[in-house]
Every structure is written in C-alpha cells, then in structure tokens.
C-alpha cells in the first residue's frame, strides 16, 4: 500500500492537519478505524478482523505489482485458476501473519506515540516536495490511496509497532566468527565444467505424428480441451484520470489561487542565533548575563560558561532557526529582539536558563506566480477532475439503476463510451474486468442470468465500472478440429523430449564407460571448460554432484529451465578464499537466522491464536 502513496511543505496549515490527526487518537482511539461495520470477512485473528474489502484492496496492489515486475509472463499465470487461487492465499496468509504479529505487540505492550507518528508523516519523501512537507502532495496521496488522515495515521503506527517487534527479533540474532569463516568459505567455491545441451525443441521438430496417435490422445485427454463458460460484457469506464483532460482551468483561477494561498509559497522568517545556557540557579545565570551587559564578547562567554556542551564550542551557535521548532520561551524572546547583535535577557525553559543572541535575520520570501503556476495548474486539475468524477459516478449510479436494461440512458448522462469485450473465461479476463469484484458482480444471477446493469464498481480510487452481460457461452469440449494443431504441437514435444532424454542417457552411459567415441558417433561435443559459481543456472545441479577423483570428471544429465537435456562434466572444485564476504555472509546468516525466528514465532502464535478463514471457505 505504501508504493500508492508518492509525494512531499511546511507552514501553519500543516501543523494545523498533523495536530488534528493527533488529536484524533486522544479522543476516538482506534476504533473508527477498525470497526468494520457489517463488511463481510476475509479471515478472523482472534478478535482481529480482516475484511473482504481489506483483503481485495491489498490483493490488487499484489497483483499490480507482480504485472509491473513480470509483464505478460505474470498475464499467463493468471490464466491458470488453480495459480489465482494459491495466490489469492498467500496473500491472504501474509495479512493474517501482519494481523498476529500486531496482536503480539499488543500483548507486548509495544507502542508508537503520537510525536512519533508525526515525525514519520513529516519526514516521509512520499509527501516532500523540494525537500520539505508539502501539504497539497500528502492530502491528494491519502485520497486517491483511500486513506483518511485518521486511517492513514493509524495504518502507519501499525506498520511501526511491528516493526518495533521484528527488530526485537533481529536483536536476539548473532553470528560466529568460525561459522562465518566457514559459509564464506563454502560459497566462495566454484565448480569448472564443459555442457553438452540437447535442445527439445530441435528434436521435436523431427518428430513424426500420426493421425491416430492425436485421435487416441485428443480422447484420452477430452478434460485438456474443456472450453470454461464464457462471458461476452459490456461496461462504461469512469475515471478521475481520463476527466483531467477536461479540466477548464483558466489563468485567472490559477492567480486567484496564488493570492488567497500565499502563505503556501512563502518560507518563514529565520533568525540566526547563538545562546548561553546555565543549569544551575537563577543566580549563576544572572552573573554570567552581568558579563554580558559590562560589554564582555558574547562568543567568549558562551565558550567559557555556556553547560550546552556541543554548541559552547562554537561560542554558543545555534544556526538559523524558524518559528515552530524550538521551545516556545525561547522562540518568542528570540523573535522579539530586533537588531542584530542584541542578546535578550535570561530565558527560563525545561533545560535551564538561556541567554539569546540575534546573529542574522532572513525575511520571508514568496514564490514569484510564473515560478509556481504550473503546480497550482495541476492541483487545480485534479481537484477539478476529482470533483466531477464524483459528480457523475452519482448520475452514472442512478441512471444504471433507473434503466437497468442498458447502458445506453447511464452512458449517455455521463457522456462516456460503451466498450463491449470478446467472450471471455475468469481465468483469461481483460486486465479492466479482472478485478475480483467486478468478476464477482459479472457472475452475480443478476446480471448473468437477469441481464440486468450492475452497481457502480470501484475497481481503484476515482476509478469505477457498470457492467452488464450480453452474451454466455455453456461450457463445452472443444472439438478436434479446433485444437488437433495444439494436439500435434503437445505430441511433438514430447517425443522431442523424450528423444533428448534417451540420447542424454545412452551419453552419459557411454562416458562412465569411458566410450568417447558414442560422441563422435552422435555429432556431439563438449563446450570449452568453463567455471561457475552458485549464481549459475546450473549450479543447484552442479554443487550437489560428486566431487571428481584422480583427475576423472564427474558425468551427469541435467534439465535446464527451458527443459533442455544437458550433460554435464564436472572436471574440478576451486577452492578460493574471499575475506571481503564475509560482512555480506554474516549478514545473510542474521537475515536467515531471523527469518527462522520469525517463521517460527509465527507458528507458534498459529497453535495458539483461533483463526477463521471466511472468504476460503466460501
């Protein structure tokens, strides 16, 4: 969920916003954010709920993230239902091992505070913008995130207690030197070896198929060719970002802007200071302030008498300073002197009394218009976009429902496109109709067997659908005809692989014999050696061999991953010493020994917790 949020201003609003998140906690707790109402459940931790919405929210940014990584490789997966299912699970098993953990800090009494909160929020580059906290970027982030400033700040101090409890974990975690040394040793090792590969596929070009031979497979394997029921759908798409386009912002909008927001492109005034404190009583700090008044340099009484260690050094240097950072005692007196070089009298605060010097003043500066109008623009933009996106879901809400026999009374309220798909199963479903809720809605009896429109989708923030049915097709056996290609193609495969398979082994027969001439007889010969470490395709195959012996090389048949046959000989070990692995290995081992403890917590926490699966076992 974190990679949704992305972007980063100081100024009295955004004080204002952080204190009212603050002042949440202290009066509504948690409870607005997790009490779930009547949603339906995912899974129940002991009193944890997760909920469905919960559950396809962190599901689609799963998804989303797997297809940004993988591309269309991530696409054929999803074809594979039993694939979607086992991944719908983990991720479903990964909330309820956060939802354990947080139950577990709990118990434990861990907390984050409020200040705590804050900070993190300020502090987060998501929300920064020119190094600073800009309140425009964190506002316009948590909505289209579908976060409150409640949830969000509540869904960032889960995420920090746990966090709390895993470094606890790391800190009971240590590694030996000898074992280090050892595991440096043992990965440093690397294997020399010369391949023979036998492409699969070259092989199955050769191969011959009989008619018979696809008859006799196509009938045994009628369940390989089931055609899955099929849907053909029709849907409006609305979205905030397809409105921005749209957006009439005018030039006098963005000035009027500029100067009722002014304070939004103004820094603050700084004041440059320098201070003496004294620890002690009233009366040490009234002898060090007499110093000061019979014209003694400010710099060396602060070096000699100032008990602020760090900065007595630098003859009392504070910096710049701005207002809303520091003690409010000290900034109010060091804001009311008035020329540089002033010292104010003594100032009393938890730290003791401070004795202020004013070194510098900078005054506020202001963004010049032409400097910031582009960013106002696209502010405007999107809070224009956002605003008529929520104006026409409504309309599109109700015309759907008022005319539930089409979308053509919904699409043309919002004056939007109508998009009809192919026939299409849940497993190969368009990426914008893939997402489970509106497959859930498609499947619904009412609009797969009523034909009526569905309700709005939100299948992302600012991002909805209206479906409806117009064509199912049964679930059938393909015919032979329409996939005797397929069948040749599976065929050939297999007996290109199975011939590979019977030469890869008559090879290495021959070799263990010491036959070199079945090589010559078969066109076959080895690769120039060469050395692998265990980053190697080969390697998991490769380390688990035989060492050699007397100079003889070690002879194997190996499958790579594209389901090639490989021989492989395996000549030699080479044994290297690499000191500089040894931070990296003994970070590994503390990464392994952790997740040990973590895996292991976790089952623990399991037998003794009562968990219930809802969306599983539906």
Do not use: C
């Not at 909330?95 to 139950?103: E, K, P, S």
């Not at 394997?221 to 009439?248: C, M, T, W």
Request: glycine residues 4%; charged residues 25%; without cysteine.
């Amino acid at each position: 969920m974190m990679d949704r949020i992305r972007e980063g201003s100081t100024g009295p609003v955004v004080k204002i916003i952080l204190g009212l998140i603050i002042f949440s906690f202290v009066f509504a707790g948690v409870g607005s954010y997790l009490v779930n109402g009547s949603q339906p459940l995912a899974a129940k931790v002991g009193e944890r709920e997760i909920t469905r919405n919960d559950f396809e929210q962190v599901y689609q940014n799963e998804r989303n993230r797997m297809q940004s990584q993988l591309g269309e490789y991530f696409a054929t997966l999803l074809g594979d239902p039993a694939y979607v299912e086992q991944f719908r699970k983990s991720v479903l098993d990964r909330m309820v091992n956060d939802a354990l953990l947080d139950n577990q800090a709990q118990d434990l009494g861990l907390r984050v505070g409020d200040k705590q909160i804050r900070q993190a929020i300020l502090s987060m580059p998501q929300f920064q913008k020119d190094g600073k906290f800009d309140e425009e970027i964190y506002n316009i982030s948590l909505r289209r995130a579908g976060y409150t400033s409640d949830s969000f700040a509540e869904y960032l101090r889960q995420d920090l207690v746990r966090n709390q409890l895993m470094i606890a974990l790391e800190s009971t975690e240590f590694t030996l030197s000898n074992e280090v040394q050892a595991q440096g040793t043992l990965e440093a090792q690397q294997r020399e070896i010369r391949t023979i590969t036998l492409n699969t596929n070259e092989f199955a070009k050769t191969a011959t198929v009989t008619d018979e031979e696809v008859s006799e497979y196509y009938n045994a394997n009628k369940q390989q060719f089931i055609r899955p029921e099929q849907v053909k759908v029709a849907y409006i798409e609305l979205s905030g970002d397809s409105l921005k386009a749209q957006a009439p912002i005018t030039e006098q909008e963005v000035t009027e802007y500029y100067q009722e927001n002014q304070d939004k492109y103004s820094t603050q005034e700084k004041r440059e200071v320098s201070h003496i404190l004294i620890k002690g009583d009233e009366a040490d700090a009234q002898v060090v302030l007499a110093r000061l008044e019979a014209g003694e340099d400010f710099s060396t009484v602060a070096k000699e008498d100032s008990q602020d260690i760090p900065t007595a050094k630098e003859g009392g240097s504070l910096g710049w300073i701005e207002r809303g950072v520091i003690d409010p005692e000290f900034e109010d007196a060091t804001f009311q002197l008035v020329n540089i070089g002033d010292h104010s009298g003594l100032v009393k605060s938890a730290f003791g009394y401070h004795i202020i010097q004013l070194d510098g003043i900078e005054a506020p500066k202001t963004k010049p218009l032409e400097e910031v109008s582009s960013e106002i623009k696209s502010f405007l933009v999107d809070e224009h976009a956002a605003d008529e996106f929520y104006s026409l879901q409504t309309e599109l809400a109700e015309k759907a429902f008022e005319s539930p026999d089409s979308l053509d009374d919904a699409a043309e309220v919002v004056n939007a496109k109508i998009t009809t798909s192919d026939f299409f199963s849940q497993a190969d479903a368009p990426e914008v109709l893939a997402n489970s809720a509106v497959l859930q809605a498609i499947y619904s009896p009412e609009v797969k067997e009523d034909g009526l429109n569905s309700d709005v989708i939100e299948i992302a923030p600012e991002h909805i659908l209206v479906v409806r049915v117009e064509d199912v097709r049964d679930e059938m056996v393909l015919p032979l005809d329409d996939v005797k290609e397929a069948v040749i193609a599976r065929l050939s495969q297999s007996k290109g692989e199975q011939k590979a398979l019977e030469l890869a082994q008559g090879t290495i027969t021959a070799l263990n014999a010491d036959d070199m001439s079945f090589l010559s007889d078969n066109g076959l010969n080895f690769t120039e050696a060469r050395v692998i470490t265990r980053a190697d395709e080969l390697a998991s195959d490769v380390y688990r061999l035989q060492k050699p012996e007397q100079d003889k090389p070690t002879y194997a048949q190996i499958a790579d991953r594209q389901g090639n046959q490989v021989i492989v000989a395996f000549d030699s070990v080479l044994e290297l010493s690499n000191s500089a692995m040894a931070e990296q290995v003994s970070t590994r081992l503390l990464r392994t020994q952790t997740q040990q403890d973590l895996s292991a917590t976790l089952s623990t926490l399991k037998a003794s917790s009562e968990i219930s699966y809802p969306l599983l076992e539906q």
